[in-house]
């Protein structure tokens, strides 16, 4: 799903990380009180497994005293063949910024553990460069088991935060349009072999929102860099109901026929709580104020 495909979750109590951060508890107006909410939790829910283990990705996030994305944590989970998930490896995002009053960060690092074989680890840090508040160029170094370095250079080609859109890495044409920060149209003209033969096609997706807040509109959403395989399933599942933007999605079509949809039950600040996609997949969020 390229600009839709490409967080985060292991303690059992949420941090707090500054004496301004509280629960939401509803003492300022409805309406006013979403610019001070902070989504914590994001889990992903498959409703056609077993209850009770039937989560796909448990994801949480945790702030700065700036309000700004200090750590992200994620557990991803498998069912076996009698639709009951446990967990299988974890992603653990740390943002770094060059000063107290940097909007962004220059640095993301991911590290990823297996929980079947602690053996298993790597990290991959991004570094980060921005002209107008967008990523300019990045840098990612890649270590496995310690032993083996790789440094990637590219201009960025992931949508990075809300408003930073470009093809993904295998495509070779890419248009996007915004309007209210909202991504409303993408155009991808994607590659292929047959036979050792180059062929191209091209994907139009369009994407009609409601009127809702969006709660990754606030958050750096994780840097994805393709280029270790594994964890990748994580970044996939992720971004089902992580969108850029100012609102929340409810419906996509691509080339003209309906891809998803999604719906929503909002709080009284006009957040979502519940989210459902048509493929039977359920997300629940969590809030903390920070004022």
């Not at 889990?43 to 056609?48: E, F």
């Not at 949508?159 to 248009?175: C, L």
Request: charged share 20%; proline share 4%; hydrophobic share 40%.
């Amino acid at each position: 799903m390229k600009i839709l495909s490409n967080l985060i979750a292991p303690f059992l109590v949420l941090v707090l990380l500054s004496s301004c951060q509280r629960e939401i508890d509803g003492s300022l107006p409805g309406g006013v009180v979403a610019q001070y909410e902070y989504l914590t939790r994001y889990t992903v829910l498959d409703t056609a497994w077993v209850p009770g283990k039937d989560t796909m990705i448990d994801n949480r996030f945790f702030y700065d005293n700036k309000k700004r994305m200090s750590r992200g944590f994620s557990t991803y989970h498998q069912a076996n063949a009698s639709f009951q998930s446990s967990p299988l490896y974890t992603h653990d995002f740390v943002y770094t910024y060059e000063s107290d009053t940097a909007a962004f960060p220059s640095k993301v690092t991911d590290t990823y553990k297996s929980l079947v074989n602690p053996a298993d680890t790597w990290t991959e840090t991004a570094f980060l460069w921005y002209k107008d508040g967008l990523v300019s160029k990045d840098s990612v170094l890649t270590k496995s088991g310690g032993r083996k370095v790789t440094t990637y250079e590219k201009l960025s080609n992931i949508f990075f935060r809300v408003i930073h859109s470009k093809p993904a890495i295998d495509t070779s044409y890419s248009r996007v349009e915004w309007k209210f920060q909202n991504l409303q149209f993408e155009a991808d003209s994607l590659f292929f072999f047959i036979s050792g033969v180059r062929f191209y096609r091209t994907v139009t997706k369009y994407l009609l929102y409601d009127a809702g807040f969006n709660p990754f509109n606030k958050i750096m959403l994780p840097y994805r860099a393709p280029f270790n395989q594994r964890g990748l399933q994580f970044y996939n599942l992720f971004y089902d109901f992580a969108y850029p933007g100012l609102n929340n999605p409810l419906l996509l079509t691509e080339n003209g026929s309906l891809r998803w949809s999604w719906n929503y039950i909002l709080n009284n600040d006009g957040l979502p709580v519940i989210a459902r996609m048509t493929d039977k997949k359920k997300a629940f969020f969590r809030y903390t104020r920070i004022l």
